[in-house]
């Protein structure tokens, strides 16, 4: 088991030593996400691990979690919102493996060389983890937009039905 995350290993030799990787990196050490979140603050914990599964599958586990600071879509204020990945990704080297792999497997591929960015697969899996939308889910929406609430009584006002006339003239 490994503290330090290289920038790049070999994925074939790894899963052949079945190598773990733990530790954590700060949010602004992935480019692409800090582009995403509200704030570069905080601590992403990850977990890697490579090997084998019971079919011969040659697999890297990626497990992270982290606090992110995202803008809520409705408010517009930021928020926390903790995100966790737990996947298992399948390594394949051209994209027709992919049909082989089985279920709750994502496909990964890796170069023939078996060279593989490590801090670019933690960073794919929390871009994927992450809302289309962020909402924050304290955030209540004032009144005016979510209308009376469900102890409330709407007016006791009747309209005037429009088809009353039509009724009588059925008759």
């Known amino acids: 088991m490994s503290v330090t995350l290289p920038s790049s290993v070999d994925a074939w030799r790894e899963v052949r030593a079945r190598r773990s990787f733990q530790g954590q990196l700060p949010v602004s050490a992935f480019k692409?996400?800090?582009?995403?979140?509200?704030?570069?603050?905080?601590?992403?914990?990850?977990?890697?691990?490579?090997?084998?599964?019971?079919?011969?599958?040659?697999?890297?586990?990626?497990?992270?979690?982290?606090?992110?600071?995202?803008?809520?879509?409705?408010?517009?204020?930021?928020?926390?919102?903790?995100?966790?990945?737990?996947?298992?990704l399948g390594l394949i080297v051209e994209e027709s493996e992919e049909a082989s792999l089985p279920p709750g497997y994502e496909a990964l591929l890796v170069e023939q060389d078996g060279k593989l960015d490590l801090v670019a697969t933690i960073e794919d899996e929390l871009l994927l983890a992450l809302p289309l939308v962020p909402v924050?889910?304290?955030?209540?929406?004032?009144?005016?937009?979510?209308?009376?609430?469900?102890?409330?009584?709407?007016?006791?006002?009747?309209?005037?039905?429009?088809?009353?006339?039509?009724?009588?003239?059925?008759?």
């Open 136 to 171: 924050n889910p304290d955030h209540e929406l004032p009144d005016d937009v979510t209308g009376p609430g469900e102890d409330e009584t709407p007016s006791q006002e009747t309209s005037e039905n429009p088809f009353a006339a039509l009724r009588g003239l059925i008759k």
């Open 32 to 88: 692409r996400l800090g582009e995403v979140v509200a704030s570069p603050e905080g601590v992403v914990t990850y977990t890697l691990d490579f090997g084998r599964d019971e079919f011969g599958i040659a697999y890297v586990a990626v497990l992270a979690k982290a606090q992110l600071t995202l803008i809520c879509q409705r408010s517009l204020e930021p928020f926390q919102l903790p995100v966790e990945v737990d996947a298992r």
